[in-house]
Nanobody, 130 residues
Framework: QVQLVESEGGSREAGGSLRLSCAAS????????MAWFRQAPGKEREGVAS???????KYLDSVKGRFTISRDNTGNHFYLQMDSLRPEDTAIYYC????????????????????????YGQGTQVTVSS
């Protein structure tokens, strides 16, 4: 059984940086579509970034130019580099992955983590203070 585990989040001041990682454990295979979601208090979960097997990326408009999603060559580890953090980035961040590319072909606003991705982590808290 595959499990995704996010690295520990943390607290930063506005303008700071934080890098999240996601690692797969269990049955070994490569993911074709990987994504990060987040959910702020009182708000719906939203897709933040996705990356497919060919390295094509998508970003939520509010994080473009500040966040970077990447993956390693094994396809079992991926990352979210977050720079120029803002208080509105405060949320629980989740990584999600699939062995097919379908969700990465759709816009971030069209995909739902729990219904469209068979694998996702438990989430990690990121807090940004002003």
């Amino acid at each position: 059984q595959v499990q995704l585990v996010e690295s520990e989040g943390g607290s930063r001041e506005a303008g700071g940086s934080l890098r999240l990682s996601c690692a797969a454990s269990g049955e070994h295979f490569s993911f074709f579509c990987m994504a990060w979601f987040r959910q702020a208090p009182g708000k719906e979960r939203e897709g933040v970034a996705s990356i497919d097997h060919d390295g094509n990326t998508k970003y939520l408009d509010s994080v473009k130019g500040r966040f970077t999603i990447s993956r390693d060559n094994t396809g079992n580890h991926f990352y979210l580099q977050m720079d120029s953090l803002r208080p509105e980035d405060t949320a629980i961040y989740y990584c999600a992955a699939d062995t097919v590319n379908w969700s990465c072909l759709r816009s971030l606003g069209e995909v739902d983590m729990k219904s469209d991705f068979p694998y996702y982590g438990q989430g990690t808290q990121v807090t940004v203070s002003s």
